[in-house]
Nanobody, 124 residues
Framework: QVQLVESGGGLVQVGGSLRLSCAAS????????ISWFRRAPGKEREFVAV????????YYAGSVKGRFTISRDNAKNTVYLQMNSLKPEDTAVYYC?????????????????WGQGTQVTVSS
């Protein structure tokens, strides 16, 4: 079992950058596929990015590709989401999620561990 805790959210101006962190407790962190999802006010949860356990494979939503980068440091049990060139439409609560099945997927129901979320607000 793993517990996930997000941090790094905040208020930033359009065009700015933030780096989110997802810290995991528990052993065998490298076995977990980790994704970032987000939920904007009045909208459904949306996939953002995913990374496999070895960091050899990543995939991004089209809306963030080229602006966001997902990475992980298994020695620190942490996954990062570097967000550059932020836009007002990136405003949302960002969640990290994990599954231990090795399934690299964009589907929320395939993830059985979730963090509490961190707010990102991009002001214009």
């Amino acid at each position: 079992q793993v517990q996930l805790v997000e941090s790094g959210g905040g208020l930033v101006q359009v065009g700015g950058s933030l780096r989110l962190s997802c810290a995991a407790s528990g052993r065998t962190f490298s076995n977990y596929v980790i994704s970032w999802f987000r939920r904007a006010p009045g909208k459904e949860r949306e996939f953002v990015a995913v990374i496999d356990g070895s960091a050899g494979s990543t995939y991004y939503a089209g809306s963030v590709k080229g602006r966001f980068t997902i990475s992980r440091d298994n020695a620190k049990n942490t996954v990062y989401l570097q967000m550059n060139s932020l836009k007002p439409e990136d405003t949302a609560v960002y969640y990290c999620a994990g599954n231990a099945y090795g399934l690299v997927t964009t589907t929320p129901k395939e993830y059985n561990y979730w963090g509490q979320g961190t707010q990102v607000t991009v002001s214009s």
